[in-house]
Protein backbone atom coordinates (compact mmCIF):
# COMPACT_ATOMS: atom_id res chain seq x y z
CA UNK A 1 0.00 0.00 0.00
CA UNK A 2 3.28 2.31 1.05
CA UNK A 3 4.65 1.18 -2.63
CA UNK A 4 1.03 2.06 -4.52
CA UNK A 5 0.79 5.59 -2.69
CA UNK A 6 4.62 6.61 -3.31
CA UNK A 7 4.17 5.72 -6.49
CA UNK A 8 1.45 9.48 -6.87
CA UNK A 9 4.32 11.27 -5.64
CA UNK A 10 7.06 9.97 -8.38
CA UNK A 11 4.21 10.37 -11.24
CA UNK A 12 3.95 13.95 -9.92
CA UNK A 13 7.35 14.54 -9.67
CA UNK A 14 8.14 13.53 -12.67
CA UNK A 15 5.22 14.76 -14.46
CA UNK A 16 3.16 13.55 -17.23
CA UNK A 17 4.06 12.84 -20.42
CA UNK A 18 1.92 15.10 -22.63
CA UNK A 19 0.93 13.14 -25.27
CA UNK A 20 -2.73 12.26 -24.22
CA UNK A 21 -5.28 13.91 -26.22
CA UNK A 22 -7.40 14.25 -23.27
CA UNK A 23 -7.43 16.01 -19.76
CA UNK A 24 -6.41 13.58 -17.23
CA UNK A 25 -7.23 12.93 -13.28
CA UNK A 26 -10.46 14.84 -13.33
CA UNK A 27 -11.19 11.52 -10.27
CA UNK A 28 -14.04 13.89 -9.00
CA UNK A 29 -15.73 16.96 -10.17
CA UNK A 30 -15.31 18.36 -7.07
CA UNK A 31 -11.52 18.89 -7.56
CA UNK A 32 -12.51 22.00 -9.61
CA UNK A 33 -15.92 22.74 -9.65
CA UNK A 34 -15.63 25.51 -11.26
CA UNK A 35 -14.15 23.52 -14.09
CA UNK A 36 -15.62 20.49 -13.49
CA UNK A 37 -18.94 20.73 -12.16
CA UNK A 38 -22.46 21.25 -13.99
CA UNK A 39 -23.47 25.18 -14.16
CA UNK A 40 -26.33 23.94 -12.21
CA UNK A 41 -25.10 23.27 -9.08
CA UNK A 42 -26.66 19.91 -8.97
CA UNK A 43 -25.25 17.34 -7.09
CA UNK A 44 -25.21 13.36 -6.78
CA UNK A 45 -24.75 10.15 -4.80
CA UNK A 46 -21.07 8.07 -5.91
CA UNK A 47 -19.37 5.56 -4.09
CA UNK A 48 -15.38 7.36 -3.72
CA UNK A 49 -12.50 5.32 -2.37
CA UNK A 50 -11.27 6.64 1.44
CA UNK A 51 -8.48 4.66 1.74
CA UNK A 52 -7.21 0.56 2.08
CA UNK A 53 -10.22 -1.29 2.48
CA UNK A 54 -12.62 1.81 2.91
CA UNK A 55 -15.44 3.28 0.57
CA UNK A 56 -17.97 5.38 1.17
CA UNK A 57 -21.55 6.42 -0.88
CA UNK A 58 -22.12 9.90 0.18
CA UNK A 59 -24.42 12.84 -1.17
CA UNK A 60 -22.25 15.21 -0.12
CA UNK A 61 -18.35 15.22 0.51
CA UNK A 62 -17.82 14.56 4.20
CA UNK A 63 -13.76 14.46 3.02
CA UNK A 64 -12.53 16.13 0.12
CA UNK A 65 -10.24 14.41 -2.23
CA UNK A 66 -7.37 16.99 -1.96
CA UNK A 67 -6.47 19.51 0.53
CA UNK A 68 -4.97 22.72 -0.59
CA UNK A 69 -1.93 23.60 1.71
CA UNK A 70 0.22 26.72 0.66
CA UNK A 71 -0.98 26.53 -3.13
CA UNK A 72 0.10 22.85 -3.66
CA UNK A 73 -2.16 19.45 -3.41
CA UNK A 74 -1.46 17.76 -0.15
CA UNK A 75 -2.84 13.92 -0.64
CA UNK A 76 -5.10 12.06 2.42
CA UNK A 77 -6.36 14.45 4.36
CA UNK A 78 -9.80 15.19 6.56
CA UNK A 79 -10.76 18.69 5.31
CA UNK A 80 -14.19 21.07 5.24
CA UNK A 81 -17.59 19.35 3.98
CA UNK A 82 -17.17 19.38 0.10
CA UNK A 83 -19.78 19.06 -2.27
CA UNK A 84 -19.79 16.07 -4.90
CA UNK A 85 -21.35 17.58 -8.04
CA UNK A 86 -22.90 16.48 -11.26
CA UNK A 87 -20.07 16.44 -13.80
CA UNK A 88 -20.33 18.86 -16.76
CA UNK A 89 -18.97 18.78 -20.75
CA UNK A 90 -15.31 19.52 -19.93
CA UNK A 91 -14.28 18.72 -23.80
CA UNK A 92 -16.19 18.77 -27.03
CA UNK A 93 -16.63 15.17 -27.58
CA UNK A 94 -17.84 14.87 -24.12
CA UNK A 95 -21.24 13.04 -23.24
CA UNK A 96 -23.00 13.44 -19.66
CA UNK A 97 -24.84 9.76 -19.15
CA UNK A 98 -27.26 9.65 -16.29
CA UNK A 99 -26.94 6.22 -14.61
CA UNK A 100 -29.07 3.62 -14.46
CA UNK A 101 -27.66 0.73 -13.73
CA UNK A 102 -24.12 -0.22 -12.73
CA UNK A 103 -21.75 -3.18 -10.97
CA UNK A 104 -19.28 -4.37 -9.07
CA UNK A 105 -16.26 -6.12 -10.69
CA UNK A 106 -13.50 -7.95 -9.34
CA UNK A 107 -11.42 -5.71 -10.38
CA UNK A 108 -12.61 -3.10 -8.41
CA UNK A 109 -11.95 -5.45 -5.16
CA UNK A 110 -7.72 -4.63 -5.97
CA UNK A 111 -8.58 -0.79 -5.46
CA UNK A 112 -10.24 -1.43 -2.20
CA UNK A 113 -7.22 -3.50 -0.97
CA UNK A 114 -5.04 -0.56 -1.98
CA UNK A 115 -3.32 -3.04 -4.36
CA UNK A 116 -3.90 -0.66 -7.43
CA UNK A 117 -0.95 2.31 -7.42
CA UNK A 118 -1.61 5.54 -7.36
CA UNK A 119 -5.54 6.12 -6.03
CA UNK A 120 -6.53 9.54 -3.86
CA UNK A 121 -8.86 9.54 -1.52
CA UNK A 122 -12.06 11.23 -3.39
CA UNK A 123 -11.82 8.90 -6.28
CA UNK A 124 -15.11 8.01 -7.61
CA UNK A 125 -15.12 4.20 -8.53
CA UNK A 126 -16.64 2.15 -11.02
CA UNK A 127 -15.80 1.10 -14.46
CA UNK A 128 -18.69 -0.56 -15.98
CA UNK A 129 -22.18 1.27 -16.49
CA UNK A 130 -24.72 2.27 -18.31
CA UNK A 131 -27.84 4.76 -18.94
CA UNK A 132 -29.32 7.84 -20.40
CA UNK A 133 -27.64 10.48 -22.52
CA UNK A 134 -28.13 13.78 -20.37
CA UNK A 135 -25.79 16.23 -23.12
CA UNK A 136 -23.59 15.44 -25.70
CA UNK A 137 -20.91 17.46 -26.36
CA UNK A 138 -20.53 19.71 -29.89
CA UNK A 139 -18.26 17.96 -31.67
CA UNK A 140 -20.18 14.44 -30.23
CA UNK A 141 -23.49 15.69 -31.86
CA UNK A 142 -24.99 13.62 -34.71
CA UNK A 143 -23.03 10.69 -34.47
CA UNK A 144 -25.11 7.19 -33.22
CA UNK A 145 -27.03 8.56 -30.77
CA UNK A 146 -28.83 11.49 -29.33
CA UNK A 147 -29.87 13.02 -25.74
CA UNK A 148 -32.46 10.97 -23.81
CA UNK A 149 -31.08 7.19 -25.77
CA UNK A 150 -30.06 4.45 -23.47
CA UNK A 151 -26.64 3.51 -23.73
CA UNK A 152 -23.39 1.17 -22.13
CA UNK A 153 -20.30 2.62 -21.70
CA UNK A 154 -17.04 0.65 -22.83
CA UNK A 155 -15.19 0.57 -19.66
CA UNK A 156 -11.61 1.58 -21.48
CA UNK A 157 -11.38 5.19 -22.92
CA UNK A 158 -10.61 4.86 -26.60
CA UNK A 159 -10.15 7.55 -29.11
CA UNK A 160 -11.03 5.94 -32.20
CA UNK A 161 -8.44 7.45 -34.69
CA UNK A 162 -5.44 6.28 -33.32
CA UNK A 163 -3.49 2.96 -34.92
CA UNK A 164 -4.93 0.72 -32.17
CA UNK A 165 -8.32 2.17 -32.42
CA UNK A 166 -8.30 1.51 -36.27
CA UNK A 167 -7.91 -2.30 -35.70
CA UNK A 168 -10.43 -2.47 -33.00
CA UNK A 169 -7.98 -2.62 -30.08
CA UNK A 170 -9.18 -0.35 -28.22
CA UNK A 171 -7.78 -1.05 -24.44
CA UNK A 172 -4.41 -0.07 -26.15
CA UNK A 173 -5.70 3.23 -27.26
CA UNK A 174 -2.25 5.61 -26.96
CA UNK A 175 -4.12 8.72 -26.84
CA UNK A 176 -6.08 8.61 -23.59
CA UNK A 177 -3.98 7.87 -20.55
CA UNK A 178 -0.59 9.89 -19.93
CA UNK A 179 1.03 7.90 -17.58
CA UNK A 180 4.66 8.31 -17.23
CA UNK A 181 5.56 5.54 -14.36
CA UNK A 182 2.78 3.24 -16.64
CA UNK A 183 5.36 3.80 -19.25
CA UNK A 184 8.59 3.09 -17.85
CA UNK A 185 6.92 -0.36 -16.05
CA UNK A 186 5.21 -1.61 -19.19
CA UNK A 187 6.99 -0.63 -21.99
CA UNK A 188 3.89 1.69 -22.88
CA UNK A 189 0.42 2.48 -21.85
CA UNK A 190 -2.98 1.17 -22.34
CA UNK A 191 -6.10 3.18 -22.65
CA UNK A 192 -7.84 5.43 -19.67
CA UNK A 193 -9.60 3.83 -17.94
CA UNK A 194 -12.86 5.11 -15.92
CA UNK A 195 -12.33 4.76 -12.08
CA UNK A 196 -9.37 2.68 -11.81
CA UNK A 197 -6.83 5.12 -10.68
CA UNK A 198 -4.48 8.10 -11.99
CA UNK A 199 -2.55 4.68 -13.16
CA UNK A 200 -4.93 4.66 -15.77
CA UNK A 201 -5.77 8.24 -16.53
CA UNK A 202 -7.66 9.22 -12.91
CA UNK A 203 -11.38 9.46 -14.84
CA UNK A 204 -14.42 9.65 -12.85
CA UNK A 205 -16.20 6.41 -13.02
CA UNK A 206 -19.75 4.97 -13.42
CA UNK A 207 -20.63 4.13 -9.43
CA UNK A 208 -22.42 7.05 -9.54
CA UNK A 209 -25.71 8.77 -10.53
CA UNK A 210 -23.36 10.70 -13.64
CA UNK A 211 -20.62 10.24 -15.66
CA UNK A 212 -18.65 11.86 -17.89
CA UNK A 213 -17.93 9.80 -20.65
CA UNK A 214 -14.68 11.23 -22.93
CA UNK A 215 -14.91 10.37 -26.79
CA UNK A 216 -18.44 10.07 -25.59
CA UNK A 217 -19.52 9.46 -29.07
CA UNK A 218 -17.06 6.42 -29.28
CA UNK A 219 -17.12 4.62 -25.91
CA UNK A 220 -21.17 4.36 -25.54
CA UNK A 221 -22.88 2.06 -27.58
CA UNK A 222 -27.12 2.08 -27.92
CA UNK A 223 -28.77 -0.25 -26.73
CA UNK A 224 -32.42 -1.53 -28.66
CA UNK A 225 -35.46 -1.54 -26.76
CA UNK A 226 -35.17 -5.58 -26.61
CA UNK A 227 -32.20 -5.71 -24.25
CA UNK A 228 -32.69 -4.42 -20.43
CA UNK A 229 -29.96 -2.98 -18.55
CA UNK A 230 -29.53 -5.93 -16.69
CA UNK A 231 -28.44 -7.42 -19.71
CA UNK A 232 -26.50 -4.87 -21.49
CA UNK A 233 -24.54 -3.42 -18.88
CA UNK A 234 -22.67 -6.16 -18.61
CA UNK A 235 -21.61 -5.54 -21.89
CA UNK A 236 -19.19 -2.57 -20.33
CA UNK A 237 -16.71 -5.51 -19.15
CA UNK A 238 -17.18 -9.09 -17.67
CA UNK A 239 -19.06 -10.19 -21.23
CA UNK A 240 -16.40 -8.90 -23.49
CA UNK A 241 -13.52 -9.67 -21.21
CA UNK A 242 -14.99 -13.34 -21.17
CA UNK A 243 -14.97 -13.83 -24.91
CA UNK A 244 -11.68 -12.12 -25.30
CA UNK A 245 -10.26 -14.47 -22.71
CA UNK A 246 -11.66 -17.77 -24.50
CA UNK A 247 -10.98 -16.59 -28.49
CA UNK A 248 -7.11 -14.66 -27.55
CA UNK A 249 -6.14 -18.03 -25.54
CA UNK A 250 -7.23 -20.20 -28.82
CA UNK A 251 -10.16 -22.12 -27.25
CA UNK A 252 -11.39 -24.49 -30.35
CA UNK A 253 -14.12 -27.63 -31.02
CA UNK A 254 -13.02 -30.27 -28.46
CA UNK A 255 -10.82 -28.71 -25.97
CA UNK A 256 -10.44 -29.44 -22.91
CA UNK A 257 -10.13 -26.13 -20.66
CA UNK A 258 -9.48 -25.38 -17.44
CA UNK A 259 -10.35 -21.97 -15.81
CA UNK A 260 -8.60 -20.81 -12.43
CA UNK A 261 -11.55 -18.68 -10.87
CA UNK A 262 -15.18 -19.34 -10.66
CA UNK A 263 -16.54 -15.56 -10.14
CA UNK A 264 -18.22 -13.26 -12.74
CA UNK A 265 -15.58 -13.66 -15.43
CA UNK A 266 -14.79 -17.35 -14.84
CA UNK A 267 -18.32 -18.03 -15.29
CA UNK A 268 -18.54 -16.67 -18.09
CA UNK A 269 -15.35 -17.83 -19.64
CA UNK A 270 -16.59 -21.06 -18.99
CA UNK A 271 -19.92 -20.14 -21.02
CA UNK A 272 -18.11 -19.18 -23.88
CA UNK A 273 -15.59 -21.95 -23.70
CA UNK A 274 -18.59 -24.47 -24.78
CA UNK A 275 -20.24 -21.98 -26.98
CA UNK A 276 -16.68 -22.07 -28.79
CA UNK A 277 -17.10 -25.73 -29.03
CA UNK A 278 -14.94 -27.10 -25.54
CA UNK A 279 -15.50 -30.62 -24.70
CA UNK A 280 -15.33 -30.27 -21.41
CA UNK A 281 -14.71 -27.48 -19.05
CA UNK A 282 -12.91 -27.48 -15.11
CA UNK A 283 -12.91 -24.55 -13.03
CA UNK A 284 -10.75 -24.34 -9.86
CA UNK A 285 -11.68 -22.26 -6.98
CA UNK A 286 -13.43 -23.02 -3.72
CA UNK A 287 -16.72 -22.36 -1.43
CA UNK A 288 -19.95 -21.76 -2.98
CA UNK A 289 -19.16 -20.55 -6.29
CA UNK A 290 -18.21 -23.84 -7.75
CA UNK A 291 -21.98 -25.41 -6.47
CA UNK A 292 -23.15 -21.68 -7.97
CA UNK A 293 -21.67 -22.55 -11.14
CA UNK A 294 -22.58 -26.46 -11.15
CA UNK A 295 -26.31 -25.38 -10.99
CA UNK A 296 -26.22 -22.90 -14.15
CA UNK A 297 -23.82 -25.92 -15.99
CA UNK A 298 -24.45 -29.26 -14.65
CA UNK A 299 -21.59 -30.32 -17.13
CA UNK A 300 -19.08 -28.24 -15.84
CA UNK A 301 -16.26 -30.07 -13.79
CA UNK A 302 -15.13 -28.33 -10.38
CA UNK A 303 -11.80 -29.08 -8.34
CA UNK A 304 -12.02 -27.02 -4.93
CA UNK A 305 -8.15 -26.59 -4.20
CA UNK A 306 -8.74 -26.33 -0.32
CA UNK A 307 -10.36 -30.14 -0.31
CA UNK A 308 -7.47 -31.75 -2.30
CA UNK A 309 -6.12 -34.84 -0.41
CA UNK A 310 -2.55 -35.34 1.24
CA UNK A 311 0.81 -34.65 -1.59
CA UNK A 312 -2.07 -33.97 -4.15
CA UNK A 313 -1.81 -30.39 -6.08
CA UNK A 314 -4.15 -28.75 -7.96
CA UNK A 315 -1.39 -30.39 -11.36
CA UNK A 316 -1.83 -33.83 -9.74
CA UNK A 317 -5.56 -33.58 -10.25
CA UNK A 318 -5.52 -32.21 -13.45
CA UNK A 319 -3.35 -34.63 -14.86
CA UNK A 320 -5.56 -37.31 -13.31
CA UNK A 321 -8.61 -36.24 -15.01
CA UNK A 322 -7.15 -35.70 -18.47
CA UNK A 323 -4.45 -37.36 -19.76
CA UNK A 324 -1.84 -35.07 -20.13
CA UNK A 325 -3.48 -32.41 -18.92
CA UNK A 326 -6.16 -29.72 -20.33
CA UNK A 327 -5.16 -27.92 -24.08
CA UNK A 328 -6.36 -24.41 -22.69
CA UNK A 329 -5.56 -22.86 -19.24
CA UNK A 330 -7.40 -20.12 -18.34
CA UNK A 331 -6.42 -17.29 -15.35
CA UNK A 332 -9.68 -15.18 -14.73
CA UNK A 333 -8.56 -14.91 -10.50
CA UNK A 334 -5.99 -12.10 -10.37
CA UNK A 335 -2.05 -11.36 -8.44
CA UNK A 336 -2.77 -10.18 -5.51
CA UNK A 337 -4.41 -13.53 -3.52
CA UNK A 338 -1.52 -15.21 -2.34
CA UNK A 339 -1.73 -19.08 -1.45
CA UNK A 340 1.45 -19.65 0.18
CA UNK A 341 3.20 -17.92 3.06
CA UNK A 342 6.47 -17.03 0.62
CA UNK A 343 4.24 -14.89 -1.43
CA UNK A 344 1.93 -13.81 1.21
CA UNK A 345 4.65 -12.43 2.96
CA UNK A 346 7.14 -11.44 0.23
CA UNK A 347 3.74 -8.83 -1.17
CA UNK A 348 3.65 -7.68 2.26
CA UNK A 349 7.28 -6.36 2.01
CA UNK A 350 6.70 -5.02 -0.93
CA UNK A 351 9.09 -7.39 -2.35
CA UNK A 352 6.67 -8.45 -5.86
CA UNK A 353 3.45 -7.01 -6.26
CA UNK A 354 1.94 -9.76 -7.50
CA UNK A 355 2.02 -13.72 -6.86
CA UNK A 356 2.80 -16.46 -9.41
CA UNK A 357 1.02 -19.04 -8.10
CA UNK A 358 -1.82 -19.77 -10.30
CA UNK A 359 0.71 -18.75 -13.29
CA UNK A 360 2.95 -21.55 -12.41
CA UNK A 361 0.08 -23.87 -11.61
CA UNK A 362 -1.10 -23.05 -15.04
CA UNK A 363 1.93 -23.76 -16.73
CA UNK A 364 2.81 -27.25 -15.19
CA UNK A 365 -0.88 -28.13 -15.70
CA UNK A 366 -1.18 -27.82 -19.55
CA UNK A 367 -0.46 -29.99 -21.61
CA UNK A 368 2.50 -30.16 -23.65
CA UNK A 369 2.50 -27.23 -26.78
CA UNK A 370 -0.92 -26.25 -25.08
CA UNK A 371 -2.06 -22.39 -23.93
CA UNK A 372 -2.05 -20.72 -21.10
CA UNK A 373 -4.25 -17.10 -21.01
CA UNK A 374 -3.66 -14.60 -18.14
CA UNK A 375 -7.48 -12.35 -17.79
CA UNK A 376 -7.52 -11.57 -14.50
CA UNK A 377 -5.85 -8.56 -12.91
CA UNK A 378 -1.58 -8.73 -12.29
CA UNK A 379 0.17 -4.83 -12.41
CA UNK A 380 3.69 -5.35 -11.53
CA UNK A 381 6.49 -7.95 -10.40
CA UNK A 382 6.14 -11.46 -9.33
CA UNK A 383 9.01 -13.49 -7.72
CA UNK A 384 9.26 -17.77 -8.03
CA UNK A 385 7.79 -17.32 -11.80
CA UNK A 386 8.55 -21.65 -13.39
CA UNK A 387 10.44 -20.09 -16.45
CA UNK A 388 12.20 -23.40 -16.76
CA UNK A 389 8.79 -25.64 -17.09
CA UNK A 390 7.38 -22.61 -19.73
CA UNK A 391 10.53 -23.12 -22.32
CA UNK A 392 10.98 -26.72 -21.91
CA UNK A 393 6.84 -27.84 -22.69
CA UNK A 394 6.89 -25.69 -25.17
CA UNK A 395 3.68 -23.72 -23.47
CA UNK A 396 2.40 -20.69 -25.04
CA UNK A 397 1.83 -18.10 -22.01
CA UNK A 398 -0.60 -15.06 -23.44
CA UNK A 399 -1.40 -12.00 -21.52
CA UNK A 400 -4.72 -11.55 -22.85
CA UNK A 401 -4.55 -8.07 -21.65
CA UNK A 402 -7.46 -5.62 -20.92
CA UNK A 403 -9.78 -6.57 -23.37
CA UNK A 404 -10.83 -4.38 -26.51
CA UNK A 405 -14.29 -3.95 -25.90
CA UNK A 406 -15.16 -1.98 -29.17
CA UNK A 407 -13.76 -5.45 -31.14
CA UNK A 408 -16.62 -7.78 -29.65
CA UNK A 409 -19.35 -5.62 -28.43
CA UNK A 410 -21.60 -5.48 -31.28
CA UNK A 411 -21.28 -9.17 -31.86
CA UNK A 412 -21.96 -10.12 -28.44
CA UNK A 413 -24.67 -7.05 -28.33
CA UNK A 414 -26.73 -9.30 -30.85
CA UNK A 415 -25.93 -12.95 -29.31
CA UNK A 416 -27.54 -11.14 -26.13
CA UNK A 417 -30.59 -10.10 -28.67
CA UNK A 418 -31.05 -13.36 -30.03
CA UNK A 419 -31.00 -15.42 -27.06
CA UNK A 420 -27.32 -16.96 -27.65
CA UNK A 421 -25.87 -15.55 -24.83
CA UNK A 422 -27.92 -14.59 -21.12
CA UNK A 423 -25.81 -12.21 -18.47
CA UNK A 424 -28.53 -13.04 -15.87
CA UNK A 425 -26.94 -16.44 -15.15
CA UNK A 426 -24.39 -14.53 -13.57
CA UNK A 427 -26.45 -11.96 -11.44
CA UNK A 428 -28.06 -12.27 -8.26
CA UNK A 429 -28.74 -9.59 -6.63
CA UNK A 430 -29.96 -6.43 -7.14
CA UNK A 431 -29.15 -3.48 -4.99
CA UNK A 432 -29.23 -0.09 -3.90
CA UNK A 433 -26.48 2.60 -5.04
CA UNK A 434 -26.55 4.38 -1.56
CA UNK A 435 -26.20 0.94 -0.04
CA UNK A 436 -22.83 0.22 -2.16
CA UNK A 437 -19.83 0.78 0.12
CA UNK A 438 -21.75 -2.47 2.48
CA UNK A 439 -21.89 -4.72 -1.59
CA UNK A 440 -18.45 -4.13 -1.41
CA UNK A 441 -17.33 -5.60 1.91
CA UNK A 442 -19.77 -8.29 1.08
CA UNK A 443 -18.81 -8.84 -2.52
CA UNK A 444 -14.88 -8.91 -1.25
CA UNK A 445 -15.77 -11.94 1.59
CA UNK A 446 -18.14 -13.86 -0.94
CA UNK A 447 -20.90 -13.73 1.39
CA UNK A 448 -24.53 -13.64 0.57
CA UNK A 449 -24.28 -15.43 -2.74
CA UNK A 450 -23.09 -12.76 -4.21
CA UNK A 451 -21.75 -13.85 -7.84
CA UNK A 452 -22.52 -10.81 -9.96
CA UNK A 453 -24.69 -7.42 -8.55
CA UNK A 454 -27.06 -4.76 -10.76
CA UNK A 455 -26.85 -1.53 -8.66
CA UNK A 456 -29.63 0.77 -9.36
CA UNK A 457 -29.58 4.15 -8.59
CA UNK A 458 -32.63 6.78 -8.43
CA UNK A 459 -32.73 7.02 -12.37
CA UNK A 460 -33.09 3.02 -12.93
CA UNK A 461 -36.23 1.65 -14.68
CA UNK A 462 -38.30 -1.20 -13.19
CA UNK A 463 -36.66 -4.22 -13.28
CA UNK A 464 -37.03 -6.21 -16.11
CA UNK A 465 -38.49 -9.50 -15.78
CA UNK A 466 -36.91 -12.54 -14.37
CA UNK A 467 -33.72 -10.21 -12.87
CA UNK A 468 -33.97 -10.26 -9.47
CA UNK A 469 -35.93 -8.12 -6.57
CA UNK A 470 -33.74 -5.49 -4.64
CA UNK A 471 -31.62 -6.72 -1.31
CA UNK A 472 -31.42 -4.06 1.05
CA UNK A 473 -28.71 -4.22 4.00
CA UNK A 474 -28.88 -1.19 6.02
CA UNK A 475 -32.44 -1.59 7.23
Known sequence: MATAQAATYVERAAGHEGTSTLQQDISNPAKDAQKYADPSG???????????????????????????????????????????????????????VKVTGTTVCGSDLHLLHGAIQQMEKGDILGHEFCGVVESIGPKAMGKSFKVGDRVVASFQIACGE???????????????????????MYGGRVAGIFGYSHFT????????????????????????????????????????????????????????????????????????????????VIVIDKNWRLDFLKSKYPNIETIDYTKLGKGESVTTRLHTMVHKGPDVCIECAAGEYAKGWAHYFEMLLGM??????????????????????????????????????????????????QAPVHKYWHKLLK??????????????HRVLLEELDEVYHKFDKREDGMQKVFVQTQYSFAPAPGTPAVTQFKL
Not at 162 to 184: A, F, G, M, P
Open 162 to 184: CVYCKDKLSSQCERTSDNTIQTT
Open 415 to 428: KVEDGEIDPLKMVT
Open 42 to 96: AKMKALVWMGKNKVEVVPLFKRSCIQRENGKDRLGSDVTIVECPKPRIVEDRDVI
Open 201 to 280: GGFAGGQAEYVRVPYGDVNLLKLPDNVPDEKGLYLSDVLCTAWHAVLDTGVHKGHVVAIWGAGPVGQMTADFAFHCGASR
Open 352 to 401: ETDTSEIINEMITSCKGFGSCGVTGVYVGYTNHFNIGALMERGIRLIGNG
